[in-house]
């Protein structure tokens, strides 16, 4: 079973509107974070946001925030004010860190296009 | 944060060749990952490479082809050898440690192989 799934292969969004990538995880370690990755076509992987699994706050950075709901298994990042600059892949990943392998497990991305 | 520097960014080479690409990062870390992007695909780790020991590879792939070397706490290099046309991927390092201080990488190795 995959560990991150993220069901919407491309994302249409217009410019200054805000934008809900949706990602659904699965593990039955308690300690784990959860990361949102930004990839635009030069390939690098550009940070966005980390939720841990005890963190009682979703969190947010800047125009960011995770919609953190644990009982859903469910870390969908929003992404406020859509810029033409914010079309790229985007990836949710996570690790489990009870194991202490602090390896991350990717999901398949989701290709976001925002419209001028 | 740790802040790591892969080079080189980017590498056209011949099939039958190899490449090593480094990977150092400005503090000590326990644990370095290599991961390999195909096009169009998503990320899959190569291996796990930690100071003092052998790397640990993750099924499909094996030390013959991807040897890793990890000489200090602060750097790592991973050789792809004899390369073909499907070796032709970005190739990504990063470290291992808790939680949001692990979450950054290296620019990346866009590797094409002719």
């Known amino acids: 079973a995959q560990k991150i799934t993220q069901t919407q292969p491309g994302m249409f969004v217009q410019e200054k509107e805000a934008v809900t990538l949706d990602c659904t995880y699965d593990t039955s370690d308690p300690s784990y974070g959860l990361f949102w990755y930004k990839q635009p076509s030069s390939g690098e992987m550009i940070f966005l946001i980390y939720?841990?699994?005890?963190?009682?706050q979703n969190a947010t950075e800047g125009r960011y925030s995770l919609n953190f709901q644990k009982a859903r298994k469910s870390a969908n990042l929003v992404i406020s004010a859509s810029q033409l600059g914010d079309s790229a892949m985007y990836f949710c990943a996570m690790r489990e860190e009870g194991a202490g392998s602090y390896q991350l497990t990717f999901g398949k991305g989701t290709k976001l296009s925002v419209i001028p | 944060s740790a802040v790591i520097s892969q080079k080189p960014s980017r590498d056209i080479c011949q099939r039958g060749t190899s490449l090593t690409i480094q990977c150092q990062v400005d503090?000590?870390?326990?644990?370095m990952f290599w991961y390999r992007q195909q096009p169009g695909q998503s990320l899959t780790l190569i291996a796990t490479?930690?100071?003092?020991?052998?790397?640990?590879?993750e099924s499909g792939f094996v030390i013959d082809k991807f040897p890793i070397s990890r000489p200090n706490l602060t750097f790592s290099t991973l050789t792809v050898s004899n390369m073909s046309p499907e070796d032709s991927s970005i190739y990504l390092c990063?470290?291992?440690?808790?939680?949001?201080?692990?979450?950054?990488f290296g620019q990346g190795t866009r590797l094409t192989v002719v």
């Open positions: 939720q841990g699994s005890y963190d009682q």
């Open positions: 490479a930690n100071q003092g020991s052998e790397a640990t590879y």
């Open positions: 503090s000590q870390v326990t644990m």
């Open positions: 990063s470290v291992g440690t808790w939680g949001r201080a692990s979450a950054f």
